[in-house]
C-alpha cells in the first residue's frame, strides 16, 4: 500500500488524509500541536459560496493604513522589520486590482460549491455529525453607502449563479423577530450553511482513529530527504517517515514547511479571535456578517452562537491582543443593540492564525520540480468553507485521477 503523508493537522489536513484513505493510500497525519485545538476549531463555520471576493481588494491598502492607529480595527498589519512582510506586503498591493477580483470569483465559487456538495456527503456518512445547517447568510449593513454596495454584490452572486436576495431591514428584522436589529438591509445568500467546527474536527480524529490513520501529534517536521526529484521520508524532531507522496498542509507555517523544500512561498499568518457563548440569552436565527465590522456572528449546534472577526497580519509569536476583541464586541453592540456582551477574560477567548497568501487565493497543487508533494494551504478565512472540497482535490492529485474542477487560479508557484 502507497504511502501519504500529510503534514498539519487542521481541516485541510483532516480532510485530505480522509480522501486518500478512503482511495486506499496508507496515510500519516503529522501536527506539531495535538490536533485538539488548531484554527480550524475556532472559525465561524461558514460554508460559503459567496465569498466569491478575495481578501485582497481595491481599496482595502487605504483602509488599512487609516487602521492602523487603531488598535481595535478589524485589519491591522503589524509593522515590524521583515523582507518576508515587505515581500508579501507588495504582492499584496498588486494583487488588489479590479481585475484580479474578477478572476478570482469563478474560481472560489467553484471550490465553495464542490467543498459544500463534499460536506453534504460528509455529514451522512457514518460517524459525523457536525450540526451542518443549509440555512443561508446574511450580510448586515450599517450604513447607506454599504447597503448600496450590497445590491451590486446581489447582482453579482446571481450572475454567478448563487441563489442572492436583496432584504430590506424590515424584511431580516421580520426573519429575525426576537432580536431588535439596527441596520440598513442586508443580503440573503440562500446559497451559504454552516457547522460547528469543534465537532468536525473532533468527528475527524474520531474517524481516524478508527480507520488505521496514524495520528502523529506534537511532533516538528524538520526536513525532507529526497531521491532525485522525489521526497522519499520526512523528517521531524522525533522520527523519520517512508512518503510515497507527501501534503503539505501547515496553514499558517506553510512558508516556512516550504522553505525546507527550496521553495518561496508568499504567505502570511492572520490572526483572528471568537468568543462563543453556551445556552445564551442573545437569539439569532440566521448567521450574519457585519459587513462595516468585518464581524462574524454563527448560531450553532444548537445551544450556542459564536462572534468572531479581526484580521491581524502578524507573527505567530506575538501574544494576542485583546482590544481586537473589544473591537468584535463593540461592532456586535451597534449592529444589535441588545446584545450587551460583557468583555471575556483571555482564558474565554479563542484566537488562531489563518494562512494569507499575497492575492487572497489559496495554494493547491502539485509542485513542478517535486512531483510527489502536494501543497494545500493560503485559505485565508475561508479554510473551513474549502476545506473537504480541498481534500478531495488533494486526493485526485496523488491518484492523478481528473480533477473536479480547474486547478490554474490556485497554482502553488505563481508568484515564482
Not at 452562537?305 to 484580521?311: A, D, L, P, Q
Not at 485583546?322 to 471575556?344: H, N, T
Not at 483571555?346 to 492575492?359: F, L, T
Not at 495554494?363 to 494551504?377: E, F, H, K, Q, S
Amino acid at each position: 500500500m502507497s504511502k501519504a503523508i500529510v503534514v498539519g493537522g487542521g481541516v485541510i489536513g483532516m480532510s485530505s488524509a480522509y480522501y486518500l484513505s478512503k482511495n486506499g493510500w496508507d496515510v500519516t497525519v503529522i501536527d506539531q500541536s495535538d490536533f485538539l485545538n488548531n484554527c480550524s476549531y475556532g472559525n465561524a463555520g461558514y460554508v460559503c459560496p459567496s465569498h466569491f471576493v478575495p481578501l485582497a481588494t481595491p481599496g482595502i491598502v487605504q483602509q488599512g493604513l487609516r487602521w492602523m492607529l487603531n488598535s481595535k480595527s478589524p485589519f491591522y498589519v503589524q509593522p515590524r522589520l521583515s523582507w518576508s512582510l515587505i515581500d508579501w506586503g507588495l504582492k499584496f498591493i498588486k494583487s488588489a486590482t479590479d481585475k484580479n477580483v474578477e478572476k478570482a470569483a469563478i474560481p472560489l465559487r467553484d471550490a465553495a460549491l464542490m467543498s459544500q456538495k463534499c460536506y453534504e456527503e460528509l455529514v451522512s456518512a457514518p460517524g459525523f455529525d457536525f450540526a451542518y445547517e443549509h440555512k443561508g447568510l446574511f450580510e448586515y449593513f450599517l450604513t447607506k453607502e454599504k447597503a448600496a454596495h450590497g445590491h451590486e454584490l446581489v447582482e453579482k452572486a446571481l450572475s454567478l449563479g448563487l441563489e442572492t436576495e436583496y432584504m430590506t431591514a424590515e424584511q431580516v428584522q421580520a426573519m429575525e423577530p426576537q432580536t431588535r436589529l439596527n441596520i440598513q438591509g442586508a443580503v440573503y445568500f440562500k446559497c451559504d450553511a454552516h457547522l460547528y467546527p469543534n465537532k468536525l474536527m473532533r468527528d475527524f480524529v474520531r474517524w481516524m482513529q478508527e480507520n488505521k490513520v496514524t495520528l502523529v501529534p506534537n511532533e516538528q517536521v524538520t526536513g525532507f530527504e529526497k531521491e532525485s526529484n522525489r521526497i522519499k521520508r520526512v523528517k521531524t524532531n522525533k522520527a523519520v517517515y517512508d512518503a510515497d507522496v507527501v501534503v503539505i498542509a501547515t496553514g499558517s507555517w506553510s512558508r516556512e514547511t516550504a522553505a525546507l523544500l527550496d521553495l518561496k512561498l508568499p504567505l502570511m499568518p492572520g490572526r483572528g479571535y471568537s468568543l462563543t457563548l453556551e445556552n445564551s440569552k442573545y437569539k439569532l436565527n440566521y448567521p450574519a456578517v457585519l459587513v462595516e465590522g468585518r464581524v462574524a456572528l454563527t448560531p450553532m449546534d444548537g445551544n450556542k452562537i459564536r462572534f468572531g472577526g479581526t484580521m491581524e497580519i502578524t507573527t505567530t509569536s506575538r501574544p494576542p491582543q485583546m482590544s481586537r476583541v473589544a473591537g468584535i464586541l463593540e461592532s456586535v453592540k451597534k449592529f444589535i443593540p441588545e446584545f450587551d456582551i460583557q468583555m471575556p477574560k483571555m482564558e474565554d477567548v479563542w484566537y488562531g492564525y489563518r494562512p494569507c497568501s499575497p492575492d487572497g487565493m489559496p495554494y493547491i497543487g502539485r509542485l513542478n520540480n517535486i512531483p510527489n508533494c502536494i501543497v494545500a494551504t493560503g485559505h485565508a478565512m475561508i479554510g473551513l468553507s474549502l476545506g473537504a472540497g480541498t481534500g478531495k482535490l488533494v486526493s485526485e492529485l496523488a491518484d492523478e485521477k481528473p480533477l473536479s474542477m480547474d486547478l490554474t487560479a490556485f497554482k502553488v508557484e505563481r508568484f515564482g
